[in-house]
């Protein structure tokens, strides 16, 4: 189960922010095969001032159209299919709500079967791990 935190300026158009909880989840469903409705996303405006980038870093554009992606998620992908999800969260932000791909920065965070619980105190995945759980892209 990925779970993406999406941090934007206050300034970007809330139409605009609207659509990119659905482009990162369908990013994942295509370039990293997580399971349909595997849909756990945190999507955060803020102030001016608390979200603090650098406009020309590893020399791209950025404007206040930036979009921080964070997904954590488990461990084990190549680095060719990490790549495929930048790419396609790239592209799915600059066609459904006309963000640069300079704008869109992404970071993974990864982890273990043992570091997520989905509800009532239970690490589910070790107690009873669904088909595939062990194999990275069949339950994330």
Do not use: C
């Amino acid at each position: 189960m990925p779970l993406v935190r999406i941090s934007v300026s206050d300034k970007m158009a809330a139409e605009k922010r609207k659509k990119l909880p659905q482009a990162a989840y369908d990013a994942m469903r295509a370039a990293i095969s997580i399971p349909e409705n595997d849909f756990f996303v945190v999507l955060t405006p803020h102030a001016e001032g608390e979200l603090v980038v650098d406009p020309s870093f590893m020399r791209v554009q950025r404007t206040d159209d930036f979009a921080l992606v964070h997904i954590t998620l488990r461990r084990g992908r190549a680095t060719e299919v990490k790549q495929a999800l930048y790419r396609e969260i790239a592209r799915l932000f600059e066609e459904r709500a006309e963000i640069s791909p300079d704008n869109v920065m992404v970071v993974l965070s990864e982890n273990d079967l043992a570091d997520w619980s989905f509800g009532k105190g239970e690490a589910q995945y070790i107690l009873n791990p669904p088909a595939g759980a062990q194999k990275v892209g069949a339950a994330s």
